[in-house]
């Protein structure tokens, strides 16, 4: 099995690795190997500079970097707002912890084995109420699921 460059695991990990860096075709990434296209991080802001200082249009900066004029504004927006952090995508998949704590659990099994008929909606309105924490219903359905079927 051949083994992942480190800097790709690590672009992977932060949320900067570009899954399409063959629809990066500006000359200053096939011109100097400084420039990665790998780098989803700096080829936005590449592709920001070349709009901003180089004056070149929107239609053919988007282009040239492989990204929709709607990404354009998009990263030209965070990059407003945060500078070049405002470039790195989210890391995928739930942006924090399970919000089910093990008292947040027993607490759902007790009120499910005493009112069964109770619908996920139901136990996440009363658990926020009772706990203060909030959690989906569809939370609430896949963890009796998860106990009924354990």
Not at 44 to 56: F, P, Q, T
Not at 61 to 85: D, I, Q
Not at 101 to 113: F, K, M
Not at 123 to 149: F, N, P, Q, S, Y
Request: aromatic share 8%.
């Amino acid at each position: 099995m051949p083994q992942t460059h480190p800097k790709r695991r690590f672009l992977e990990e932060i949320g900067a690795l570009h899954r399409r860096p063959q629809d990066v075709r500006a000359e200053i990434f096939e011109r100097d190997r400084f420039f990665d296209p790998l780098d989803k991080v700096q080829v936005k802001y590449e592709m920001l500079r070349a709009h901003s200082v180089d004056g070149e249009s929107v239609v053919a900066v988007a282009e040239a970097f492989g990204f929709s004029r709607e990404t354009f504004y998009v990263a030209l927006a965070a990059f407003g707002r945060r500078g070049v952090l405002g470039l790195v995508d989210g890391k995928p998949g739930r942006p924090g912890p399970l919000k089910l704590t093990d008292d947040a659990s027993r607490w759902i099994e007790q009120v499910h084995r005493e009112e069964p008929e109770l619908t996920g909606r139901e136990i996440a309105e009363r658990l926020a109420t009772a706990l203060g924490v909030e959690v989906h219903r569809r939370t609430i359905e896949r963890w009796l699921r998860r106990k009924k079927d354990g």
